[in-house]
């Protein structure tokens, strides 16, 4: 079964705008934690945010933060005033803590930032 | 540097030979990962190693691949008898514990290797 959905194969945006890129996990694990990724056409994988499960708050970094809703198990990732660097492909990963020690990745987002 | 290293960037072969993919974690993670990627695609989990556990090998496509990681450091990705459909980029990424359930357990991924099996 897929853990980690990303429904948005790609995604546009005008460049000083907000985006929300989706994510949904799936788990029974009570503690795990939700990463997100960026890779650039240059194919490096870049850390951008962590959220823990237990963690009270959404995190943020700069202009990304996580909109961390528990009970709906999404963890959508949004970028404030997009710069045309921001264009990428992005990945949403999963650790469950108790059951399983392996990283899980959705199938990617590519954003676009428009000029 | 202080970030996860890799060699070779690119590896060019002919199908049928045996290739060696390396990967120098940063200093003092634990916790170390080999993935791959095809065009266009998302990460496609390979291997773990965590400390002098033994590895978690269940994503190996065949026994054609295999994988080691000596003291506790450096990694080699082994892909014996290669096949045109290995071809994709093989990343490493290494966290500083892969157990621990918070943050610490972010991989840092290393530039990957591009495989191209003619």
């Known amino acids: 079964a897929q853990k980690i959905t990303q429904t948005q194969p790609g995604m546009f945006v005008q460049e000083k705008e907000a985006v929300t890129l989706d994510c949904t996990y799936d788990?029974?694990?009570?503690?795990?934690?939700l990463f997100w990724y960026k890779q650039p056409s240059s194919g490096e994988m870049i850390f951008l945010i962590y959220?823990?499960?237990?963690?009270?708050q959404n995190a943020t970094e700069g202009r990304y933060s996580l909109n961390f809703q528990k009970a709906r198990k999404s963890a959508n990732l949004v970028i404030s005033a997009s710069q045309l660097g921001d264009s990428a492909m992005y990945f949403c990963a999963m650790r469950e803590v108790t059951y399983g020690q392996n990283f899980v990745f959705g199938p990617g987002t590519r954003l676009s930032v428009l000029p | 540097g202080a970030g996860v290293s890799q060699s070779p960037s690119n590896k060019v072969t002919e199908k049928g030979k045996d290739v060696e993919l390396r990967c120098d974690p940063i200093s003092g993670h634990t916790a170390l990962y080999w993935y791959r990627q095809s065009l266009g695609q998302g990460l496609e989990f390979l291997i773990y190693f965590q400390g002098n556990s033994a590895p978690d090998k269940s994503g190996l496509p065949s026994d054609r691949f295999s994988a080691e990681r000596t003291g506790g450091s450096v990694s080699t990705l082994t892909i014996q008898r290669t096949q045109q459909e290995d071809s994709a980029v093989y990343l490493c990424?290494?966290?500083?514990?892969?157990?621990?359930?918070?943050?610490?357990?972010?991989?840092?991924f290393g530039p990957g290797t591009r495989l191209t099996v003619l």
């Open positions: 788990t029974s694990d009570p503690s795990y934690g």
């Open positions: 959220q823990g499960s237990y963690d009270q």
């Open positions: 990424a290494s966290s500083r514990d892969g157990t621990s359930g918070t943050s610490t357990d972010t991989q840092y």
